[in-house]
Nanobody, 125 residues
Framework: QVQLVESGGGSVQAGGSLRLSCAASISPFSSYAMGWFRRAPGKDYKFVAL????????RYADSVKGRFTISRSNSKNTVYLQMNSLKPEDTAVYYC??????????????????WGQGTQVTVSS
């Protein structure tokens, strides 16, 4: 059974940084594009970032471009989200998700079949 386990969330002040990790029990890990989404209270899932199976191609939501960086280690079956210059509006539960193949152009949450349990990120002003 495929499992995704996020870690690294926490509480920081505005301007701070956090690094999220997502460990995946998928083999081969490089066969899956991976995404990060977030969900604020009372809101829908929002796309944050996407990385191809090879790690060569990335894509970001406009709201995080230039502040967040997605990366992956296929040898460690892990995808990361480095978050810098955090803002209060970044507060949400962050989820990693696996797509159905190595290349994914969709940023819709409904196109990602496997999800982690989420990790809370809280940014105070």
């Amino acid at each position: 059974q495929v499992q995704l386990v996020e870690s690294g969330g926490g509480s920081v002040q505005a301007g701070g940084s956090l690094r999220l990790s997502c460990a995946a029990s998928i083999s081969p890990f490089s066969s899956y594009a991976m995404g990060w989404f977030r969900r604020a209270p009372g809101k829908d899932y929002k796309f944050v970032a996407l990385i191809s199976g090879s790690g060569i191609t990335t894509r970001y939501a406009d709201s995080v471009k230039g502040r967040f960086t997605i990366s992956r280690s296929n040898s460690k079956n892990t995808v990361y989200l480095q978050m810098n210059s955090l803002k209060p509006e970044d507060t949400a539960v962050y989820y990693c998700a696996a797509s159905g193949g190595p290349v994914m152009s969709s940023t819709s949450a409904t196109d990602f079949g496997t999800w982690g349990q989420g990790t809370q990120v809280t940014v105070s002003s």
